[in-house]
Nanobody, 124 residues
Framework: QVQLVESGGGLVQAGGSLRLSCSVSGRTFSSNAMGWFRQAPGKEREFVAAINWSGGSTNYADSVKGRFTISRDNAKNTVYLQMNSLKPEDTAVYYC?????????????????WGQGTQVTVSS
């Protein structure tokens, strides 16, 4: 049973920072590409960032490029999302996801395991 548990969400003012963490258990984490997605009220779930199995390759949505950084620590079975210069439009529930394969994807349909999500609220 694979489990993904996100943490680090909260309320922050515009311009502030948050660091999300996603702890993975139940399988060999270092073989999996990982992704972060988000869903705002009334909107579709959208891609935020992804990282391949080794951490050597990353991908970002245009809306977060230059502000967010995805990283991973395979020794700790954890993936992170550092979010800087936050904007009110970043407000959403953020989900961590894992693929069975090593290479990442920007499509949520290609991910096999999901966390429960963590709320991020950015006030103006």
């Amino acid at each position: 049973q694979v489990q993904l548990v996100e943490s680090g969400g909260g309320l922050v003012q515009a311009g502030g920072s948050l660091r999300l963490s996603c702890s993975v258990s139940g399988r060999t984490f270092s073989s999996n590409a990982m992704g972060w997605f988000r869903q705002a009220p009334g909107k579709e779930r959208e891609f935020v960032a992804a990282i391949n199995w080794s951490g050597g390759s990353t991908n970002y949505a245009d809306s977060v490029k230059g502000r967010f950084t995805i990283s991973r620590d395979n020794a700790k079975n954890t993936v992170y999302l550092q979010m800087n210069s936050l904007k009110p439009e970043d407000t959403a529930v953020y989900y961590c996801a894992a693929k069975r394969e090593r290479d990442y994807s920007a499509s949520s349909q290609n991910y096999d395991y999901w966390g429960q999500g963590t709320q991020v609220t950015v006030s103006s």
